[in-house]
């Protein structure tokens, strides 16, 4: 395989900062890299270095003559005065481009539902994004480097691009580098991983999955030898110890050994390690929304840079103006939109769930009928009395009336003291265990970085106790090392969790169950993820090529009343339930899964029994044998039934 772009002892730093020293990478044609790490670590500027837009203060970056390279930033970058059509493809002539299949695949599946002649600066963020990244992919390039590429797109944008990107090349043609924090699209299109940490990259084979494998062997070696180095170091200190008139005479090779011992202590490295915060009380009710339909004012101006299809006010927030532009909403009465249609949810107690959904779908206005931002055109919202909601939104608002308040002083406004995981903790060693150092917790919230600010939003919203959580994108700004630590958090929570997101690993990582806002409708996904694209990709195929606004696939085969489609496994004449029937088959239901995890457990236990019994008692491995079937029987009937109940209450 041929070498495309190499650095060789690169050297950057800044005035408070050493970002690189003396690193050596290379770029070989067939390379699909991802770049994970801290925030802040140097991610995006390595990627910058190799793409010369930055150069190093020392060492030198080299690019095999006649290779093209291509790059997304993180940063917007299109020219606001131009179209959409102009930014994507140039002058090239339409049926150029048109006759191109590469160019035809990017367009589909990026921008199909942008106004071709929208002026850029009209967009908004997320389209912008999407328009950025087709204009990148319709080019030809050897070598492409992506910064955060899946930022504003929904899941099935992200499956999308991972396919495109997976078919751009011949296996060992062309060249990949992306950052990310989304560790299934890691997984999904790279090969090779390199860690940027401690001014230094260090390369793992594979996607992310056996990055994270082999890093905890890197971390358990390295602990071992740890451990040997610390029980030779309390062995040096002991011997320093011994008393002073002693220590005159102990060679003094002996001692410089023990001091750099001591000197040479690594910091421990940032971790999240909160658990168990406490949370109010919860009682058996929490937020019962019966029959709700949703509509809003439809928008008045109809040459915004929608109005031709789902690229409303704010792709990136599915409000009611987005709503009523994406096509996922139905017309209702004269001048008004339908966003949500004949939804019933009870949410219980320490559930779980994922919510899924295209951008534009009514997943925020859904959030909003669970914490009253949002009254029902119809039906009715009921809320228990002990429920304390708390919402981690995108926009990160909690900290604006503090933005000039120093970090420690923010958090001690809230208490004096807290316990979390039955240890009682000041303020400081709360922030400590979040991975602020001391230099940052005495830094104004202003200054903290986009992630810094994510975690510190988070540590808030848990301080003030609440027993219903709901995350509104909180995968954004953060890299994965603390995405898994949230994770861990999130794992421990013992109250309710809601979480609206476009990272496939988090959502299926974080919540026991999926549903998705499709058409108005809200649909359960007992298949979780791989359902829902399966559903998106049957309505896809049913979309008339090039029809306006037929771009997002979830949005076909709706009719002027809201109706599922048939896709959606339900017969449009079917009666749905009513409020009492669904509250029953939902008690009924919960009944029903702990029936069918009490009989795994005893089916596992005979398993066990059976494992351990003598092989030539025939007799009694015959009767263990005729009880786990029995058992199996059981356990198949209760699938079926939860099957039938799950579709019920759809």
């Known amino acids: 395989m041929a070498h495309l772009i190499g650095g060789e002892n690169l050297h950057l730093e800044y005035p408070t900062k050493t970002v ?34 930055i150069a190093p203060d020392s060492g030198r970056v ?30 090239v002539p339409d049926y150029v481009w048109a006759a191109d299949p590469k160019v035809r695949d990017v367009i589909s599946g990026l921008v199909s539902d942008v106004d071709w002649d929208t002026p850029v600066g009209q967009l908004s963020g997320g389209q912008r994004r999407r328009v950025a990244l087709a ?65 230094i990259v260090e390369p793992f084979e594979g996607g992310y999955a056996a990055y994270v494998l082999q890093r905890v062997e890197r971390d358990r070696q390295a602990a071992v030898v740890e451990q040997k180095r610390q029980n030779l170091m309390r062995k040096e200190l002991a011997w320093l110890r011994r008393g002073a008139p002693a220590r005159t ?8 050994a023990a001091n750099q011992l001591i000197s040479d202590v690594p910091p421990p490295r940032d971790s999240v390690s909160l658990s168990r915060m406490a949370v109010s009380r919860l009682g058996k009710d929490v937020v019962d929304i019966e029959d709700v339909s949703v509509e809003f004012p439809s928008p008045a101006v109809s040459g915004s840079a929608g109005s031709s299809g789902p690229s409303g006010p704010s792709a990136d927030d599915d409000g009611a103006a987005t709503a009523a532009s994406s096509g ?3 017309p209702g009465a004269s001048g008004r939109t339908r966003v949500l249609q004949d939804v019933t949810w009870l949410i219980a107690p320490g559930e779980r769930t994922g919510i899924l959904g295209v951008n534009g779908a009514g997943k925020s206005t859904l959030l909003g009928l669970v914490t009253g931002a949002v009254e029902p055109t119809t039906g009715r919202v009921k809320r228990g009395k002990t429920v304390k909601i708390a919402t981690l939104t995108q926009q990160l608002a909690e900290l604006e009336d503090v933005a000039n308040d120093r970090v420690s ?50 540590l808030l919203i848990l301080l003030d106790e609440p027993n219903v959580l709901i995350l509104d994108e909180p995968s954004n700004d953060l890299d994965t090392d603390m995405l898994a630590a ?37 649909r359960h996904l007992p298949g979780g993820v791989e359902e829902y694209l399966n559903l998106s990709a049957t309505a896809a195929s049913g979309t008339a090529a090039g029809s306006s606004g037929a771009s997002n696939p979830l949005a076909a085969s709706s009719s002027s009343s809201g109706t599922a489609p048939a896709s959606d496994g339900a017969a449009p004449s079917e009666p749905r339930l009513s ?72």
């Open 20 to 53: 690189f020293d003396s690193v050596t990478v290379g770029i070989d044609e067939g390379d699909r890299i991802g770049i994970v790490g801290r925030n802040g670590d140097g991610k995006s500027t390595l990627m910058r270095l190799l793409a010369g837009r």
């Open 62 to 91: 080299t690019v095999r003559s006649g290779t093209t390279v291509g790059m997304l930033d993180q940063a917007d970058t299109l020219d606001p005065d131009q179209t959409v059509g102009h930014a994507v493809v140039g002058d």
């Open 135 to 199: 204009s990148l992919l319709t080019g030809d390039w050897d070598v492409i480097f992506l910064d955060e590429p899946t930022n504003h797109l929904d899941v099935d944008g992200i499956t999308w691009l991972a396919k495109h990107l997976n078919n751009r090349w011949s296996r060992n043609a062309g060249a990949l580098v992306v950052v990310t924090h989304d560790r299934w699209f890691l997984d999904a299109v790279c090969t090779d991983t390199w860690e940027v940490h401690d001014r």
């Open 249 to 256: 005479s102990k060679p003094k090779f002996r001692i410089d």
């Open 328 to 330: 996922a909403s139905s």
């Open 409 to 458: 002083d923010v958090v001690a406004r809230k208490k004096t003291s807290y316990v979390t995981d039955g240890k009682e903790m000041t303020p400081t060693q709360l922030l400590e265990r979040l991975g602020f150092s001391s230099a940052q917790l005495k830094t104004p919230v202003k200054d903290l970085s986009g992630g810094q600010k994510r975690r510190l939003q988070l």
């Open 486 to 522: 949230m994770e861990d958090l999130l794992d421990t929570w013992p109250g309710t969790l809601l979480v609206v997101s476009h990272d496939r690993y988090l959502l299926e990582r974080v919540t026991d169950q999926q549903y998705a806002v499709i058409n108005g409708r809200f």
């Open 579 to 650: 409020g009492a029937q669904a509250r029953a088959a939902q008690k009924e239901l919960g009944a029903v899964e702990r029936k069918m995890q009490k009989l795994g457990e005893q089916i596992e236990a005979l398993d066990g029994t059976m494992a351990a019994a003598d092989p030539s008692d025939f007799e009694g491995l015959g009767k263990l044998a005729a009880q786990k079937s029995e058992l199996q029987e059981q356990l198949d009937e209760l699938e079926l039934r939860w099957l039938e109940l799950g579709e019920a209450l759809e």
